[in-house]
């Protein structure tokens, strides 16, 4: 099966374990309801509205954070300052999703996709700031405010992934039915996935996700994404060297700014 077959039909399904508690259990397995996502039109409308203005005023606030970042990413290293990288999301559709460089340029020379893992030599110095925080995250409200993203939701795989994964778990085909979002039930209660059979024991978070979808339960997943993204602000401070390189780099683009005015 592939990312564009249809969605599956049926109402039921039984899924293999869900760690950490889940839906109720049928003789050991959990029995849940994921023939079609847990929100009303009105709902998903609300939130559609809410990702709009919540990205809008995240982009304007952040933006002196934006500029500090993309200018100490292009001192760091060498390469393009924004990483691109195709995904596949809402309805099947492929889009581009941004990130700020945390890795060497060619990073997958063979052409081959490779998952980052721990100690990868391939994260630049920066770079291991970056993730360590999810600050290389931030230029994805710019794929929320245009519509390919939403603050909260699955998050979005390659389609090399999207493949081996619906090998193992047709079922994931089933959260195609939402926007992928820059956080996400599977991204607080697992974290991020090594490999593809982590990225399946993920997802069955997600599948919880889109049972139990409601605005209530974003706002509680988004205190996550604001722990993730804002409280790094003044954490990355305190990372050697990098407090007084930030508080240069600010200076420098105040400088520019003004320079500009005048």
Known sequence: KGVADPLPTASYALLSRIPKGGSPHFRGEPLVDISSCGMTEFEKNVKRLADIVSSFIALILLSPLLLIIAIWVKIDSKGDVIYKQERVGYHCKKFTIYKFRSMVTNAEADGCPALSSENDNRITKL?????????????????????????????????????????????????????????????????????????????????LYLENMSIANDIKI???????????????????????????LFMFACMLFIAKLS
């Open 222 to 248: 988004l205190i996550g994404l604001a722990i993730h993204l804002f409280v790094p602000v003044f954490l990355i401070m305190l990372e050697p060297d990098m407090g007084s390189a930030l508080v240069f």
């Open 127 to 207: 770079g291991q700031i970056l993730r360590k925080y999810r600050i290389d995250e931030l230029p994805q409200f710019w794929n929320v405010l245009v519509g390919d993203m939403s603050l909260v939701g699955p998050r979005p795989e390659r389609q090399y992934f999207v493949d081996q994964i619906i090998k193992e778990a047709p079922l994931y085909s089933l959260l195609f039915q939402v926007r992928p979002g820059i956080t996400s039930m599977g991204m607080v209660k697992y974290g991020y996935a090594k490999n593809v059979q982590e990225m399946i024991d993920r997802f069955r978070y997600d599948l």
